[in-house]
């Protein structure tokens, strides 16, 4: 077989980039408050991640294992895939589902990756040729099995914090946890080349793994960059403020009695103050955070956040029309939103062409 001299590179490369990163992620500093609890946790898990691509790579660099015992390169390059993935993912989901991490689930998972690496090893000791190479690809299956199942309610937790956030916030602060979804799909695509990669030529894992570089740089910074909007997100997915006297769900044929002030505030322009939560609506109607979400939800077919901001744009087109001198910016301000690209964003989507170019064509 032979080794491409990029391979080499790339592959110490790799192994430095992602021990740095490891060691960055176990050591850094983050706030000691409670909240961050849950956050600490992803972080240490996705540092110790890294630190098993950074062991596994790293015996590709001591040890020419590619052209010399192709089979146990396989059995390493599963290996370490498998606890790497798993961790991934049981990092990502820990970020939005606190609860996700418990012992018993750990105990799970820890079981799990010990029964794999010892099987694995074992048929690639005591086995040789076509039965080894078959038991390889057995193990190969059984990774991407356990990777899917991790996929798939990866998204179902992203889906659900999403739809939460967006319940929450009249902003677009579910931005916060888009590079998730980025991430997600980085890993998935890692990981199931992962299992191929196993069992593909030098050149094949060198392109991988300045690819896996980049990917494993850019989720390292968005997960720093996470801690800012950290307390954010999570108010918006496990705080849920109740009124005493408030039915805490909306059954169908109920008239809220908070009706009448809901108009009286639509009419003030209530929806235009900037940073509006669903909790200081609900304060102000006197009722609580999920009988107010699903009365929204159900009356309007929409999100708190596409409610808020349909009225905001709606008011910004009048403003467009009865105050041609004001600017874009100050149209922004006045209806609410927190930046004038994003008001120009959102009214382009909806009425097909930007602010000032309506105002140009409708005056």
């Known amino acids: 077989m032979i080794v491409y001299p990029i391979y080499s590179y790339t592959v110490f490369a790799g192994a430095l980039t992602t021990a740095l990163l490891a060691v960055c992620l176990l050591m850094s500093r983050t706030p000691k408050e409670d909240i961050y609890v849950p956050y600490n946790r992803a ?30 390169a396989s059995a390493l390059n599963l290996t370490y895939f498998f606890w790497a993935a ?38 690639t000791c005591l086995t040789e040729g076509l039965v080894r190479r078959v038991a390889l690809i057995v193990f190969a299956g059984w990774f991407l099995v356990e990777t899917l199942l991790l996929v798939v309610r990866f998204f179902r937790t992203f889906r659900r914090a999403k739809h939460d956030i967006d319940n929450y916030y009249s ?10 979804h980025i991430s997600s799909w980085l890993v998935i695509v890692c990981g ?24 494993f740089t850019y989720i390292y910074i968005s997960l720093q960059n996470y801690a800012l909007n950290y307390e954010r997100v999570e108010a918006s997915l496990f705080m849920d403020e109740c009124a005493a006297d408030s039915p805490a769900v909306l059954h169908s044929g109920d008239v809220p009695e908070f009706l009448p002030l809901l108009d009286r505030w639509i009419g003030d322009n209530g929806f235009a103050t900037k940073g509006l939560t669903i909790i200081m609506l609900a304060e102000i109607l006197g ?13 309007f077919g929409k ?34 939103f927190s930046s004038q690209a994003y008001f120009s964003r959102l009214f382009k989507g909806v009425y097909g062409q930007p602010p000032l170019s309506y105002r140009r064509q409708n005056r």
Do not use: H
């Open 43 to 72: 972080r240490k898990l996705l540092g110790v991640s890294l630190g098993f691509f950074a062991f596994g790579i790293g015996c590709f660099v001591v040890f020419p294992l590619r052209t010399e015992a192709p089979s146990y």
């Open 303 to 336: 999100s708190f956040g596409e409610w808020i901001n349909g009225m905001r744009l709606e008011y910004a087109r009048t403003l467009l029309m009865s105050e041609p001198q004001k600017s874009m910016e100050e149209i922004a301000e006045l209806s609410g």
């Open 171 to 180: 902003d677009r602060t579910a931005l916060f946890v888009r590079w998730l």
């Open 86 to 123: 798993l961790l991934f993912g049981y990092s990502f989901i820990q970020l939005l589902d606190r609860s996700y991490f418990c012992r018993e689930r750990s105990l799970r998972f820890l079981l799990t990756g010990i029964a794999y690496t010892v099987s694995i090893w074992l048929f």
């Open 192 to 215: 199931i080349a992962g299992a191929f990669l196993a069992f593909l030529p030098s050149w094949c894992n060198a392109v991988f793994m300045a690819i896996g570089i980049a990917a």
């Open 287 to 299: 009722t609580n955070r999920t009988y107010l979400s699903s009365y929204i939800n159900g009356t």
